[in-house]
């Protein structure tokens, strides 16, 4: 059990690193990035993630925070926090890679309002 809690904790203080480089996405763009990555993966926009790994997310996050999930931590004290702590990095280190290539992404395809459109030069028949 201590190797997952140290496992979870190096996979936390990677997904940190990585989003506090120079240059790299702040917290605060990631999480205000998430809406329009889910958007844009639900209408088929956006193919860097799928539908399946963001409702793990959703999940995950749903299990964390889940009133169930309160009685192994009241029983099993510090041994009940370890699979949070697990689901958690896990969390953590999604959000910043799929975020780092949606936001990429992103840069690369700019919106002008609305949906893109793109323009198609030729002959029309009639």
């Known amino acids: 059990m201590p190797m997952n809690r140290f496992g979870a904790l190096r996979t936390i203080a990677t997904a940190v690193r ?3 480089r120079p240059g ?3 917290i605060g763009e990631r999480l205000t990035s998430l809406p329009r990555l889910f958007a844009a993966t639900f209408r088929g926009e956006y193919a860097g993630t799928s539908r399946g790994r963001l409702l793990m997310v959703i999940g995950a996050v749903a299990y964390v925070v889940s ?14 926090l370890a699979d949070d702590a697990v689901v ?10 799929e975020t780092e290539s949606f936001l990429a992404w992103e840069r ?15 002959d029309v028949l009639r």
């Open 24 to 26: 790299s996405p702040g």
């Open 88 to 97: 958690v990095s896990w969390i953590a280190a999604t959000v910043v890679n």
């Open 18 to 20: 990585t989003a506090a």
């Open 108 to 122: 690369l395809h700019p919106r002008t309002g609305g949906a893109a459109r793109e323009t198609v030069q030729g």
């Open 67 to 80: 009133p169930i999930d309160l009685i192994p931590e009241l029983a099993l004290s510090v041994f009940g």
